[in-house]
């Protein structure tokens, strides 16, 4: 099974600035890594997939990057709405997809 | 639109069985996989399993394999996540959600509860 990691746990942010997530993969998962937001009693929402594709409605400061096993979620400028827990998934070993643990982003 | 609509929360007792579902709309359920995930109270996102109403052809995870049963039902656009004996354990929210390549629509959650 490939292991996802995320850093850090907790990133304490202000609202306009940046914010910076790390996702690791135990092995090479390609370009098959996506990322999803969720807020307090909501499903996750896709923002990200194949690294840096933004899904439909998702604002351009989100943005993706990253190769091979380490991947990165960026948002340029926080806004209200982003305080959220983010989570990265694998879907290269197919159809055993592994999320990572989450990454809270809270008001600093 | 794509819509997955899951069933109501549900609250059982140890040893119970029970069955949750997953309607989808607003595309062609046998075209796309389904899966679904475990949220633990307070906890992450685990995936447990998928299955393709197209043929019934269904994967599990091994933590999961042997411990729920995922079907479906072309015929009403349903998916299933069934328990035949419940563990506290399995207290948690359950999301069933579309997967194409990645996972791209989810539905809103079933909160299962395990009391005695």
């Known amino acids: 099974e490939i292991v996802m990691t995320q850093s850090p746990a907790t990133l304490s942010v202000s609202p306009g600035e940046r914010a910076t997530l790390s996702c690791r993969a135990s092995?090479?998962?390609?370009?098959?890594l996506a990322w999803y937001q969720q807020k307090p009693g909501q499903a996750p929402r896709l923002l990200i997939y194949?690294?840096?594709t933004r899904a439909t409605g998702v604002p351009a400061r989100f943005s993706g990057s990253g190769s091979v096993t380490e991947f990165t979620l960026t948002i340029s400028s926080l806004q209200p709405e982003d305080f959220a827990v983010y989570y990265c998934?694998?879907?290269?070993?197919?159809?055993?997809?592994?999320f990572g643990p989450g990454t809270k982003v809270d008001v600093k | 639109e794509v819509q997955l609509v899951q069933s109501g929360a549900e609250v059982k007792k140890p040893g119970e069985s029970l069955t949750i579902s997953c309607k989808a709309s607003?595309?062609?359920?046998?075209?796309?996989?389904i899966g679904w995930v475990r949220q633990m109270p307070g906890k992450g996102l685990e995936w447990m399993g998928i299955?393709?109403?197209?043929?019934?052809?269904?994967r599990y995870r091994p933590s999961f394999q042997g411990q729920v049963t995922i079907s479906a039902d072309k015929s009403i656009s349903t998916t299933f996540l069934q328990w035949s004996s419940l563990k506290a354990s399995d207290a948690a929210i359950y999301y069933c959600?579309?997967?194409?390549?990645?996972?791209?629509?989810w539905g809103r959650g079933t909160l299962v509860t395990v009391s005695s």
């Open positions: 959600a579309r997967v194409e390549s990645k996972i791209d629509f």
């Open positions: 607003g595309y062609t359920f046998s075209d796309y996989w």
């Open positions: 299955i393709y109403p197209g043929d019934s052809e269904t």
């Open positions: 092995q090479s998962v390609r370009n098959n």
């Open positions: 194949d690294i840096s």
């Open positions: 998934l694998q879907f290269n070993d197919w159809p055993q997809f592994t």
